[in-house]
């Protein structure tokens, strides 16, 4: 076993049959994603490109800076969202890619946001953080949020590759799938539940639930 697949293990937890052990992700803490971010990486940093084949992104987790993986920790204790949980989205939509771009729609980033949810979530959540000027780029139609501008469109779009604001957004959009779904089900969800909730949206998921 190579040195990268034994650190991939120790940060993320053995996988069974290529499925995730959740069992392992729920009791990665804060301290484990802290210690993963201390460690020297084994390996150089891949370029930003296309999220490649799960196979290979687990071989070079090792390589991660600390950018998404600290930005996850902080986002975790600012929003409540579970960190290890945040970490195997990123994991499962973009393969830890900043730059992840879907071939067959808008999603973007880390944790593949479409335009849509990522100015709902900006636009929500955006001044609980600090970043009132970005949030302040959007204006509220009714239930929604669209750009003042093609140049704001832009710049809003453009966050969903920072790993910070994308973390930040990626768990509050968690917090408010939980809420929803613990209406509609009448108990609390699952991580399984969260991760349809993430792409489907928590009225669909609950439906298929």
Do not use: C
């Not at 990486?41 to 800076?65: M, R």
């Not at 409540?80 to 989205?89: D, E, F, R, V």
């Not at 999603?107 to 001044?127: N, R, V």
Request: charged share 20%; net charge neutral; proline share 7%.
């Amino acid at each position: 076993m190579r040195k990268s697949d034994t650190i991939t293990r120790r940060k993320l937890g053995d996988r069974k049959g290529g499925m995730t052990d959740w069992a392992r992700v729920d009791a990665l803490t804060d301290e484990d994603i802290e210690k993963a971010v201390a460690e020297d990486p084994a390996e150089p940093a891949a370029p930003a490109a296309a999220a490649p084949p799960p196979q290979a992104v687990e071989q070079s987790v090792a390589s991660l800076g600390p950018d998404l993986l600290g930005s996850i920790v902080e986002a975790s204790r600012k929003t409540g969202a579970n960190s290890g949980y945040l970490l195997h989205i990123a994991l499962r939509e973009s393969g830890l890619v900043l730059a992840a771009q879907a071939p067959t729609s808008s999603a973007t980033g880390p944790f593949q946001f479409i335009q849509q949810t990522w100015y709902q979530m900006l636009g929500t959540y955006g001044p609980k953080h600090g970043f009132e000027a970005e949030a302040a780029l959007l204006r509220k139609q009714g239930n929604r949020f669209t750009p003042v501008s093609a140049s704001a469109r832009d710049e809003v779009l453009t966050l969903r590759t920072d790993p910070h604001v994308a973390a930040l957004m990626a768990g509050e959009l968690t917090m408010e799938n939980r809420r929803i779904l613990t209406g509609l089900l009448g108990r609390s969800p699952g991580h399984g539940e969260l991760y349809a909730a993430h792409f489907l949206g928590p009225s669909r998921a609950a439906h298929l639930i």
